[in-house]
Every structure is written in C-alpha cells, then in structure tokens.
C-alpha cells in the first residue's frame, strides 16, 4: 500500500509457492527470481505461468542454468524476461563485479539486461546505464549500522538519490 502511494511498483523474489501464491494475493506486477533458485524448475514454471516479467539474477549460474530457465519461460508462452549481472558477494569488490558479462549475457540471450549490483556505492550502476542496463537493482537500508549481511551493499536514503540522479544522467 505505501509504495502504491509512492507510485511504485512493488514486487518480491519468491523462494517457494507458497510466497508465489502470497505475492499473487498482493498483486505482484513482476517476479524476480533470485540467482540461487535458478535451477529450481518448479517455482520458475510456477512464475512463469503467471505471464507477468520475471527478472533472473544469474550470479552463481552457469549459461546452461540460464538457458533452461529461459526454456521453461518460453515453454510456458512468458517471454518477457529480463537478465540482471550480479555477483553474489556482500559487499562485491569493485574489481570483481565484471560489468562485460551483462553484454555477454545480452549477446549470449538477447534479452533485456540489467545489473544486480552489490559493490559498497553506485559507480558500478552508472557504467551499467552506460553498458545497456536497463534494470538496475540496487539493496537500500535507513541505516548502515543496522545488523545484517547486506548493509555494507547497500546505500542509504541519501545515497540511493545520488545513485538514482547520477543513473538518470548517464542514461540521457
């Protein structure tokens, strides 16, 4: 309810059917399916069949893992798809994040890519834009001293409004 009053759109990586079927009862626009449930067939059919965009991130998969969960999306008639760049590492070095795979996974797919990015600040989000991305995934938090294995990757509020303008600049 607070995003729609923010005008924006709300959705969620589900891990099993049962969050599928919770996200569906919310109205998820979109699915993103998170690069450790890339070979878990069922719940990608499970989304797929929902023909609503499902967004993959690909950090631990292999061409092979991606190739058939696209088969699935594509045996289920969804072809709208969309392929994020990630690295699973929190935070990722900036010398690790590797930004040519998402061309590689566009050439490789031709699909629309995008970057799920986990270094400490934006400038990966930036080269990404440049790059051709065209989701970018970016973790926030209110505050960087909160506990948890992600707040070193994310930025807070000032920071995401950088990140989003410094986005929107080397996109024009």
Same mark, same amino acid.
């Given at each position: !309810?607070? =995003?729609?009053?923010?005008?924006?759109?709300?959705?969620? $990586?589900?891990?099993?059917?049962?969050?599928? &079927?919770?996200?569906?009862?919310? &109205?998820?626009?979109?699915?993103?399916?998170?690069?450790?449930?890339?070979? &878990?067939?069922?719940?990608?059919?499970?989304?797929?069949?929902?023909?609503?965009?499902?967004?993959?991130?690909?950090?631990? =998969?292999?061409?092979? +893992?991606?190739?058939?969960?696209?088969?699935?999306?594509?045996?289920?008639?969804?072809? %709208?798809?969309?392929?994020?760049?990630?690295?699973? =590492?929190?935070?990722? /070095?900036? !010398? &690790?994040?590797?930004?040519?795979?998402?061309?590689?996974?566009?050439?490789?797919?031709?699909? /629309?890519?995008?970057?799920?990015?986990? @270094?400490?600040?934006?400038?990966? %989000?930036?080269? =990404? @834009?440049?790059?051709?991305?065209?989701?970018?995934?970016?973790?926030?938090?209110?505050?960087?001293?909160? /506990?948890?294995? +992600?707040?070193?990757? $994310?930025?807070?509020?000032?920071?995401?409004?950088?990140?989003?303008? #410094?986005?929107?600049? #080397?996109?024009?």
């Amino acid at each position: !309810e607070e =995003a729609k009053k923010c005008g924006l759109l709300c959705f969620s $990586s589900p891990f099993d059917a049962t969050a599928v &079927d919770f996200l569906e009862e919310l &109205d998820a626009p979109a699915y993103k399916i998170a690069s450790y449930e890339i070979n &878990d067939i069922p719940l990608i059919r499970r989304v797929a069949k929902l023909h609503k965009p499902v967004i993959f991130a690909t950090g631990i =998969a292999h061409l092979e +893992d991606i190739e058939r969960a696209m088969n699935v999306c594509r045996e289920e008639g969804n072809e %709208d798809v969309i392929l994020l760049k990630c690295v699973s =590492a929190y935070p990722t /070095p900036y !010398e &690790d994040a590797n930004l040519t795979a998402m061309i590689e996974l566009y050439d490789q797919f031709g699909l /629309p890519v995008g970057l799920s990015d986990h @270094t400490p600040g934006w400038e990966c %989000d930036v080269a =990404a @834009t440049v790059l051709g991305a065209q989701v970018i995934e970016k973790h926030f938090t209110l505050d960087k001293s909160l /506990p948890g294995p +992600d707040q070193k990757a $994310s930025l807070d509020p000032a920071e995401f409004a950088a990140m989003v303008l #410094a986005v929107r600049h #080397a996109e024009a």
